[in-house]
Every structure is written in C-alpha cells, then in structure tokens.
C-alpha cells in the first residue's frame, strides 16, 4: 500500500457500472483508482503495469472472465500480487467455490449499497478476507452437493495446535472473529491472534483460503 492509500483497479464490461464504481472509490481520501479495464485480458495486462493494492473484478465479461484473469494476476510475476475483491450476483452461485480456489479474497455483491462497497475494499486491502455468511453458506452448499469422500486430515494441518484447529473449524462454518469469541469464551484479540496463527502455519494468505482448505481436508463437513 502507498503513502496515497490504497490504489485500485476497476474491472467490468459494462461502463456505466465500472466508470460509477470508479468515481465512488476515488472519492474516498484513503482510496486511488489508478486504472479500469473492461475484461480479463486488459485487467491482467493493467494489473502487471500498475501493481494495484486491490482489483474489484467483474466475473462474466468477454474475452477472459474474471475467474482466468485472477489466476493470471495472482500467479503472475508480481512479488506482492494484488488482492481481488470479485464482485458477483446471487445468480453465480456456481462461481464461489472457482472464485476462491483462483485466490480471490471476497466477494460482493453487484447490488450492495455503496458504503459496503467502500467498507469491503478497505477490508480486503487491509489483508481480510471478505466472506459474507451468505457466501459462506454457498460455499458449503456446493461442497453438500459433490460425492462424499473420506479423507485423511492432511499432514499441514497437525502443525496447528487444538485450540487453532477449533477456531479454523469455526471460520469454515462461517463465524466472524467476534462469534468465535463468543462460542469460545475468550476476548476476540485473542480470537485474531489465533487466526494470524493459523493463516502463518498453513501459508494461507486469508479466511477464504482457510475455509476452502478446511472443507477439502474434510476439517469440517457439509452440515456438521
């Protein structure tokens, strides 16, 4: 991040929605746009140029979706890639699951009120992963949805110790820090404490690749 704050890129085909977003972002004093891009293609040539903090990126555009071009960005040659906040409707379901295993840390809504916007970028660019419940719940409905298998805990996750590998049950299943705090009984800095912990033993970079890895080491179970 800069002594400006946090620099952006916009990705969307449509430009009234993208020049919008833009314009809101780049009225925040902590927030810089300092590009846009109206697919993939341009979105992973634009973020290899101007090394953005963060890229809000459109999933269904022509040429190269957002799904390919995050995959571009974060396994590109970047030594501090960006962070990508995809923006999705309730109709993508079926994108969730792709989206975090692409490396994006949050998703948004197209249709979410503009100060979550803002909120949701500042989160993501601060090293948070953005995963609404309501994401969360999906995620796991996709993971009910594919055959059972019964896998063995993966050799990684017996680094953590029991308390750590309660708390990242507890973000798979969807808890923010303050609702793990809660069940656990214990004051949520310590909760935050546990979750660096976590993300740095497992060589995570946020919660979104904490749940997915959760669920595919069978951690935590659909409906458990």
Do not use: C, W
């Amino acid at each position: 991040m800069s002594d400006n704050g946090v620099r952006l890129v916009v990705v969307d085909d449509q430009a009234m929605v993208r020049q919008g977003f833009a314009a809101l972002l780049d009225a925040q004093p902590d927030l810089s746009v300092v590009g846009q891009a109206s697919n993939g293609a341009e979105a992973v040539a634009l973020a290899r140029r101007v090394r953005p903090d963060v890229v809000l990126m459109d999933v269904r555009m022509p040429v190269m979706d957002g799904l390919e071009a995050t995959r571009q960005i974060l396994d590109g040659p970047a030594e501090r890639p960006p962070r990508v906040l995809m923006l999705t409707t309730f109709d993508l379901d079926d994108y969730v699951y792709a989206a975090l295993r692409a490396g994006a840390s949050g998703f948004l809504l197209k249709d979410a009120p503009m100060a979550d916007l803002v909120q949701a970028v500042r989160v993501v660019a601060a090293g948070e992963a953005l995963l609404a419940p309501s994401v969360t719940r999906r995620l796991i409905a996709d993971f009910a949805r594919r055959p059972a298998t019964h896998r063995a805990r993966p050799e990684r996750l017996r680094v953590l110790t029991p308390r750590e590998s309660e708390v990242l049950t507890l973000i798979a299943r969807g808890l923010s820090n303050g609702e793990i705090a809660a069940a656990l009984v214990v004051a949520e800095q310590t909760v935050k404490t546990h979750v660096g912990r976590i993300l740095a033993k497992l060589d995570l970079r946020d919660r979104a690749q904490a749940v997915v890895l959760a669920y595919e080491a069978g951690l935590v179970e659909p409906g458990n």
